[in-house]
């Protein structure tokens, strides 16, 4: 089963400004304040193709689950328990982002999928920044971007490979008669798409926020100002 929750937006920013400030947006809480629940942010690999000049870069980021309290509660422990912990145990997980700038051509593609909980409910979100055509007349001055977020549960597929086991298993017979294997996956994709349209908006005001200081202060100021 699988949830597409699709969104635009337009920033009131030059396209070279929102590509920075989306690398700079998990820098520090102090820069975006909305970005408490990343715990660590750490580059695997970046290069510049030398044949299109396009700039790819891969990072991994450790963030509080975005997996609601509601979704675990569905499920026993065994299956929850081996995501990441965060400093004070909170459930963590690890979140794999691609992303590919084309400066000369003005646009920039991205993606990012939790890389656990996977078997429970896989994430990925995907998101295109364009420079808007010069007929907008927004060219140099507004940056357009859609986001897509694809949610899929692989809950029942996980429960059917233990099936044997799972029948000896109270929370089996007990869940299952209640909702069955698709209404446990659509129960867990809609519970995850609320939650996460509420942080799609935190992401956005996030993001003006570094805009915004980029802006009034400058790039080297803000570099600055956020070094430990």
């Known amino acids: 089963m699988v949830l597409t929750h699709t969104t635009n937006h337009t920033y009131s920013h030059p396209f070279p400004t929102v590509t920075l ?9 102090r820069l975006n304040p909305f970005a408490a629940h990343v715990l660590s942010t750490d580059t695997i690999s970046s290069h510049v193709d030398p ?12 963030k509080k689950s975005r997996m609601p309290g ?19 145990g ?3 997980s690890y979140v794999l982002e ?11 593609k991205t993606e990012s999928r939790n890389l656990n909980f996977a078997g429970i409910l896989s ?24 986001t897509s977020v694809v949610f899929k549960s692989r809950l029942g597929e996980k429960i059917r490979g233990k099936i044997g086991e799972a029948r000896e298993d109270g929370w089996f017979s007990g869940i299952m008669g209640t909702w ?16 996460t349209q509420d942080q799609l908006g935190k992401s956005r005001d996030g993001m003006r926020l570094v805009l915004e200081r980029i802006r009034n202060i400058g790039v080297m100021d803000v570099l600055e100002s956020i070094k430990e």
């Open 180 to 195: 069955g294997t698709k209404g446990i996956q659509r129960s867990i994709e809609n519970l995850a798409s609320t939650k």
């Open 98 to 108: 691609t992303s590919v700038v084309d400066i000369k051509e003005g646009w920039m």
């Open 21 to 29: 400030a989306y690398f700079l947006r998990y820098y520090s809480p």
């Open 70 to 88: 509601a979704v675990y509660k569905l499920l026993p422990s065994s299956m929850t328990s081996g995501g990441g912990g965060g400093p004070n």
């Open 51 to 62: 044949a299109t000049q396009r700039l790819h870069t891969t990072r991994i980021h450790l």
């Open 90 to 92: 909170e459930k963590a």
């Open 123 to 146: 994430v990925v979100e995907r998101q295109q920044f364009q420079v808007p055509s010069d007929a907008d007349h927004k060219a140099g001055i507004e940056t357009d971007v859609t």
